[in-house]
Structure formats: C-alpha cells, structure tokens
C-alpha cells in the first residue's frame, strides 16, 4: 500500500543550529499532516500540524511546509537543542480515512 | 488534564495464547485508534472505534479485535499470538466531531513480547 516516506533515516545537528527533516508523501488525496517527535521508551508526541489549504505553518521553535506539487513536507526546528534528540515522524491522513500512514522515521542526534 | 493511558506498559505472553490491552482517551475524546509499531519501524494502523463500533480498519488480520465502551475507553484483543506480533501497542485518541482531519494523540503505548 502507499506509504509516507522520509529522506534522511538520521540526522546528526550541532546544538544551537537549525534542523531540517523532510518527508515524501505517497496520497496525493491526502489533506491533512502531522508531525510526531518520539522519544525512547514513549508514545509519539504531537508537535504541530497542517491542512493541505496551507503550505506553511508556524509553531514555537519549530515550522511546517507542505509543497503539494512535489507532495513534501518538511519540519524546521530552530536553535536545536539536546532536548530535540529523538525519532520525527510524519504522517498524512488522506479524506474520509480515520487512520494516519507514518513512515519510518528520522533520527535525530544532537550533539554538543 | 489526564492524557491518553494505556495498561499494562509491559507483557510478556507465549506463542497462542490471547492477550487484551486497555486504553483510556483523552478527557474530551471519543474516538480511540488503534497502532502498532515494530521496532525501528512507524506506527501501522490496525483499527478506529467511534461510538461503540469499528469504524475503519487497517490490514490486519481477525485475530486482533476490539472493543469500545459507553465511557470511550477501548481494548485490543489478540487471539493465537505469533512471534511477529512483538510489538509496541499505540493507542491514540482524538474528537471526531463528525468529521476527520483531527490530531491524534498518543498514550506511550503497550510492550508485548511474545515467547
């Protein structure tokens, strides 16, 4: 089945420098994302999400956009921190579905 | 203002047996998702319950099943346990509200593994 994918499997980042994850979407139905920061041992954590009427989005520290012509999205994490060390998913959910189609995932390392 | 729990974090089950996992949503939520993720993998949705009933399915087979009560708390059950379904069991909650394109919100999930 279609799935999301992501470019970059894992991303190392100073700290204090901006970090860039993008993702590639399979749906090009799909009107609705989000991205999910998961840390070790937990849930995924809901970070900020955009509608398909929008291409960007902005949220504290951090800043979706969506390019619906080349079905990508991309989250920017200014001033990255330790705290930021986790996995970063995206994830589309296309019209009438409940369910939201994640791929693999991006980890990303901070280091000092 | 609780978030999404889920019971038990761990379990350790062998291969047949039957195992049910408890999820209770976020106050204000009445619809509960149902995920599983393998490791190193994202989330594979299993199935949605809205009032009471299955809404949507993912491609898993019916040895998972489950249920949804009046509070909207939720379980999965899984019948004749394989090795492959050692996993982490997400569940995720959100407010349909008639309509989708809402967020989900995630509990931390159940750890099976199976024997």
């Known amino acids: 089945g279609e799935s999301v994918g992501l470019h970059l499997p894992t991303l190392s980042v100073q700290e204090g420098d901006n970090s860039i994850i993008n993702c590639a979407y399979s749906?090009?139905?799909?009107?609705?994302f989000i991205w999910y920061k998961q840390e070790s041992g937990k849930g995924p954590q809901f970070i900020i999400d955009?509608?398909?009427?929008?291409d960007k989005r902005q949220g504290q520290r951090v800043t979706v956009l969506l390019n619906k012509t080349v079905k990508h999205l991309s989250l920017q994490i200014a001033a990255t921190q330790p705290g930021d060390s986790a996995v970063y998913f995206c994830?589309?959910?296309?019209?009438?579905?409940?369910?939201?189609?994640f791929g693999a995932g991006t980890q990303v390392v901070v280091t000092p | 203002d609780a978030g999404v729990t889920q019971s038990p974090t761990h379990l350790i089950k062998t291969r047949g047996q039957q195992v049910t996992l408890r999820c209770s949503p976020k106050?204000?939520?009445?619809?509960v998702s149902w995920y599983q993720q393998a490791l190193g993998q994202g989330p594979q949705f299993i199935f949605q319950?809205?009032?009471?009933?299955?809404?949507q399915r993912g491609n898993f087979p019916d040895r998972f099943s489950g249920h949804q009560f009046p509070n909207y708390s939720s379980e999965l059950n899984v019948n004749a346990l394989l090795l492959g379904d050692s996993a982490l069991y997400l569940c995720?909650?959100?407010?349909?509200?008639?309509?989708?394109?809402?967020?989900?919100?995630f509990g931390d999930g159940t750890r099976l593994s199976i024997l």
């Open positions: 995720a909650s959100s407010t349909l509200r008639g309509i989708d394109n809402q967020p989900q919100h």
């Open positions: 749906n090009s139905a799909s009107d609705y």
């Open positions: 955009i509608r398909s009427n929008m």
């Open positions: 994830a589309e959910n296309p019209p009438n579905w409940g369910k939201f189609q």
């Open positions: 106050s204000g939520h009445d619809t």
């Open positions: 319950y809205y009032e009471e009933e299955e809404r």
